[in-house]
């Protein structure tokens, strides 16, 4: 337990007193840990019948309970147990993936039969074309069937979301809906359900601290913002006050994006120079002389600076040396030469749980003081509002609460978010709701409460990047109310 030194009389007249930081009570789920042995050779239509087959029965549910007695003109709803099996004329209503085919979407195919190779994740801010083209269906294992209507026009929905349509087919072949269902919020665990509180766990109000979007640079040192927040960490800053919020905060959460994707113009000017008498730089993989440790050095400088007063859990992001692919693994340890001493040794983390330093996936389930979090970089909610245009004063947070209600983590992958091609099961679909749902690099902090219709409360965070706001947001462990404070220079802040 580290001490946070403040102010008291001693023996010798000095000022000094001594705050005890909170313990943190933490544990990980492992939920989207890839085998060693992993293949990448499968298709991904398994993925997308693993998704259905897991949500099926919970859509339905839902619909059942909506649709039961349902009746227009004196005919009742029917259930199709496919999409096909509508028919003109009836009313009925049925469950599938939805499919967004839009003008502006990538298309692995179209890529191959042109350049034969695959390009990059698409850098498009929206794939809709605003002019009416998009068109909407839902499939299943037998077949796709076009859907229209109002209703998908009040609605936020994207590829992969699995959903029951209430209508009737019309004699285009298309389904006109006029009603929809969702998986809605799964079953919320009670505090403390995984596992029991330790002894040693503070009866005080402790906090959480969140932050993203470090964007160390191999240009310059550890930036002032960057050492105000270390210090505020650490409470070596600020009055007594200052010291006793530094001294609730149990664990620090770093969502993504710890390393910056820019480079100073002499850098890449220089690593392109054609050097006299030697030969030109690689062109395709590995290239020495264009390696550049400084970023992971200064990152891995700042987290040991906090390591002995503070736990630290770290995400990769869409910048950070990971896996491009979905869910991304954990930064390896050997990228932090200085703060791995602080991390488990990987033969017993399964036995001893992890270390006070976690590097672990994105996205992750954790268990932080009893409550169960699911955290993640920015990849899945910015594909999402590629999809969709929402009028909504907060577009993040509305794209968060309907990933929750569609039960699923990364409902685009694997069609515009590239990700691991499962089999057997869909780890993206949520199994137990969170109590708190934080999503790193966004463009501004925002909160809100998200209540289910059985009584679920989620605590949904969009986390902005520091490095752009200076922001770090705290989150009250007792109450889960959040806070956010800014670090800066004065006359860079607004007043």
């Known amino acids: 337990m580290d001490s946070i030194n403040g102010q008291t009389m001693n023996d010798n007249g000095q000022q000094k007193y001594s705050i005890e930081r909170a313990p943190s009570a933490y544990s990980t789920l492992d939920t989207f840990n890839l085998e060693k042995n992993r293949s990448y050779k499968p298709q991904f239509a398994g993925l997308y019948f693993a998704r259905l087959t897991s949500l099926r029965a919970a859509v339905a549910k839902t619909a059942l309970a909506a649709w039961d007695d349902y009746e227009i003109a004196g005919e009742k709803a029917q259930r199709c147990s496919r999409v096909l099996d509508v028919r003109q004329g009836q009313l009925s209503w049925a469950v599938g993936t939805v499919y967004m085919d839009m003008s502006l979407k990538p298309n692995i195919l179209e890529d191959i039969s042109k350049d034969h190779w695959l390009s990059a994740p698409s850098g498009r801010t929206t794939y809709s074309l605003q002019d009416g083209s998009d068109q909407m269906m839902l499939e299943d294992e037998s077949g796709r069937l076009r859907l ?16 029951a349509v209430l209508g009737t087919e019309r004699d285009t072949g ?55 927040l270390s210090e505020f960490l650490r409470g070596e800053a600020g009055a007594a006050e200052d010291q006793s919020t530094a001294a609730s905060i149990s664990r620090l959460v770093i969502l993504g994006n710890s390393l910056s994707d820019s480079l100073e113009p002499e850098t890449t000017t220089t690593a392109n120079m054609k050097p006299r008498g030697k030969r030109l730089a690689k062109k395709y993989g590995y290239d020495s002389s264009t390696y550049d440790p400084a970023p992971t050095a200064h990152l891995d400088t700042l987290l040991s600076s906090l390591l002995p007063a ?30 791995r001493v602080y991390a488990s040794v990987p033969a017993t983390r399964a036995t001893q749980g992890p270390g006070w330093f976690d590097s672990t996936t994105n996205p992750t389930e954790v268990e932080i003081e009893g409550w169960r979090m699911l955290l993640a970089s920015s990849q899945a909610v910015e594909d999402v509002l590629r999809y969709v245009d929402i ?35 869909d780890p993206f679909v949520l199994k137990a709701c969170p109590h708190v749902y934080a999503v790193g690099c966004m463009p501004e902090y925002e909160s809100r409460i998200l209540e289910g219709d059985d009584g679920q409360i989620v605590r949904v965070l969009a986390i902005p990047s520091f490095d752009e706001t200076g922001v770090v947001v705290l989150l009250d462990t007792e109450t889960l109310e959040a806070e956010s404070i800014r670090f800066g220079i004065m006359h860079t802040m607004d007043r």
């Not at 995984?194 to 932050?211: D, E, G, L, Q, Y």
């Not at 004063?393 to 590239?418: F, G, H, I, K, Y």
């Open 148 to 163: 229209t209507g109002g209703m998908l026009e009040t609605t936020p929905l994207v590829t992969g979301c699995i959903i």
């Open 174 to 228: 298309d389904f006109e809906v006029i009603d929809l269902r969702l998986a809605e919020l799964p079953t919320q665990p009670s505090r403390w359900e995984k596992h029991s509180p330790p002894s040693s766990v503070s009866t005080t109000r402790n906090k959480i601290a969140f932050v993203s979007g470090l964007s160390m640079s191999g240009s310059s040192a550890i930036s002032l913002n960057l050492d105000l």
């Open 310 to 339: 503070l736990p630290i859990t770290i995400l990769p992001g869409p910048m950070d040396p990971s896996t491009v692919a979905i869910p991304q693994q954990p930064l390896h340890t050997a990228l932090f030469p200085r703060s």
């Open 391 to 425: 009028p909504d004063d907060s577009p993040v947070l509305q794209v968060m609460e309907s990933m929750l209600r569609w039960r699923c983590a990364a409902p685009t992958a694997p069609d515009t978010l590239w990700c691991y091609p499962y089999q057997e099961q």
